[in-house]
């Protein structure tokens, strides 16, 4: 699909519309989200084109030097959408731009006006605006820039009262692209599907002798081969020890007969993240060893998954993956000591030392607080965790990393294994949107044999 073409208007005005609802219940004022500029990676060539999260989230709209702006009053409420003005002569070399004049009508937002506009315009809005909202602690220049436009309301007229306050609109935008709707959900599942294609298609390319750039090529092949427009974030492809450093990625060694291979890698559809890990063996057979860490790892995520319906808490799933794994290292000799009290010195953290999943969406690691918004801390001196509600979407991702110890059983040397998968939560419990791809040891098996 073209980014730079909106799926659907209609969508974008029904968010623009709740963010309204949301500015109203606070006041009311003048909201102001610029779109990403464009990044340099050397000299004169650029990395390639990404957007805001949250202004595609609210326009659909692809293209760099763009800016929208929401005015809320109390008896009405309209959208500004800035945007690069039509030039021949640049889109002869950049491509083509959807212009200020078609903008307003594509894009379904009352106004558009040329980007290079909005210093002239933004006095004009905040004249009697109460507040101005921009998002808080983005690397841009906004904050600085917003100060200008509110030291400029006073020339307008001398009876003119600037903002009384700048406020920040990320948590605003960050609550809502929480829950997602169902057109969301539907690029979500598309990608989701596209990830674990390529996934299986990696297992298949796997064979020892060749190297992980390799597979992470076969991974990437699927991706754009399916429209996906880039990875969601830079593939790890880590085989034997190079799995127990999470974020590995140079992808440049040989796999080796006997290791096992664990690949992180998911696409980006229309915006939307996928994240997806598997680990396999490389010859096509786990070891023994493996297997029990594997199985391990995957009874940890069976135990992750259950704990994911609405009105459970966004840490059960956790929790649950930790309690299984650390039984599970009891069983097989590599903890010792009581579970309970395993648990609460947090000893298993030596072999699994990040959490079971994050919120997933526009962002690899999305926005949303994880816990309950506005609420004071409870016994543990934290605010209690969230729960869950249908629409939210998050990935369940326990793992196992056991280096090389003396105290450590010798065939659990080295094993770096994680399993990841890409949930939403249902009126029910949770669909899971990457098992297009198996996570059965013999189905991976017969899988990676092929
Ligand atoms: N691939 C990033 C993550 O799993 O969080
Ligand atoms: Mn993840
Ligand atoms: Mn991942």
Redesign the pocket.
Known sequence: MDTTTPVSFDVHAMRRARVVEALRELGGGVAVLLTAPTRTRNRDSEYPYRYDSAFWWLTGFGEPESAIVIVVTPDRAYTTLFCQEKDVERELWEGARLGVEAAAATLGVDLALPIDMLDEELPKVLAYAPALFIPFGSESALEAQAQQWIASVRSLHRHATPPAVIRDLSPILDELRLVKDAHELSIMRAAGSISADAHRRAMRATRAGRFEYEIEAELLYEFRRRGAQAP??TP?VAAGVAACTLHYVANNAVLRDGDLLLV???CELDGYAS?I?RTWPINGRYTAAQRALYELVLAAQTAAIACIAPGRRYDEAHRAAVRTLTQGLLDLGVLKGSLDDLIESKAYGRFYM?GTG?WLGLD??DVGDYRVPGSGPGRDGERPSRPLVPGMTM?V?PGLYVRAADDVPERFHDIGI?I?DDVVVTATGCELLTRGVPVEPGEIERLVRD
Do not use: F
């Open positions: 969601a974030y790890i992180d890698a998911g994240d890990t990040h994050h690899v690691h990935t991702e994680r990841e």
